[in-house]
């Protein structure tokens, strides 16, 4: 049997949280989590640097055979939405450079995967997280996103929100019937 071993990344800007998982047949096992932070003083080539850096390094040390990345949150304001973009950008190309599979994913289906519902709270998914993964405690906000982006990936886009979305589909960030 060979291992899956999955990268999750939740792009930003200021800080991108990466959290890496296993998964064993149907069990999932954590592996590491944590931010890669960029210096809000520093010009926006530098910030993008700092995350492709950032994230091949993340790449070298756990070894992931496949990546998993959220999809940008399209926002009110138009220039951090590109911001976001660029972020993104960054982290999708270190994680093509490194000649990985990557996947991606809405907050919908993340939040679905993880807690069940589309509509979670960012604690909701922390502590969906914590329990998924049996940790002994929570990891900060970003790498709980991006370790449910990678439990997402593992169940397939589908996991505890597949029963709730039967027969529907995602458009636009919303479920069609």
């Given at each position: 049997?060979?291992?899956?071993?999955?990268?999750?990344?939740?792009?930003?800007?200021?800080?991108?949280?990466?959290?890496?998982?296993?998964?064993?047949?149907?069990?999932?096992?954590?592996?590491?989590?944590?931010?890669?932070?960029?210096?809000?003083?520093?010009?926006?080539?530098?910030?993008?640097?700092?995350i492709f850096s950032g994230i091949g390094e993340v790449v070298r040390s756990y070894a992931p055979t496949q990546a998993a990345v959220e999809n940008v949150f399209v926002n009110?304001?138009?220039?951090?939405?590109?911001?976001?973009?660029?972020?993104?950008?960054?982290?999708?190309?270190?994680?093509?450079?490194?000649?990985?599979?990557?996947?991606?994913?809405?907050?919908l289906q993340v939040k679905q995967a993880v807690v069940g519902h589309g509509k979670a709270a960012k604690e909701q998914v922390q502590h969906m997280v914590v329990r998924l993964?049996?940790?002994?405690?929570?990891?900060?906000?970003?790498?709980?996103?991006?370790?449910?982006?990678?439990?997402?990936?593992?169940?397939?886009?589908?996991?505890?929100?597949?029963?709730?979305?039967?027969?529907?589909?995602?458009?636009?960030?919303?479920?069609?019937?």
């Amino acid at each position: 049997m060979s291992l899956t071993r999955i990268l999750g990344i939740d792009p930003g800007l200021r800080v991108t949280g990466f959290g890496v998982i296993e998964k064993h047949g149907n069990q999932l096992v954590y592996v590491a989590s944590g931010c890669i932070r960029s210096q809000e003083r520093d010009a926006l080539p530098a910030r993008i640097k700092t995350i492709f850096s950032g994230i091949g390094e993340v790449v070298r040390s756990y070894a992931p055979t496949q990546a998993a990345v959220e999809n940008v949150f399209v926002n009110v304001n138009p220039q951090s939405t590109l911001l976001l973009g660029q972020a993104r950008g960054a982290a999708l190309s270190a994680l093509v450079h490194a000649d990985l599979p990557v996947a991606e994913y809405t907050a919908l289906q993340v939040k679905q995967a993880v807690v069940g519902h589309g509509k979670a709270a960012k604690e909701q998914v922390q502590h969906m997280v914590v329990r998924l993964l049996s940790l002994s405690g929570a990891p900060t906000a970003d790498a709980a996103d991006a370790l449910a982006c990678a439990i997402c990936h593992a169940h397939g886009g589908q996991g505890l929100g597949a029963l709730a979305t039967a027969g529907y589909r995602v458009r636009g960030g919303r479920l069609i019937g």
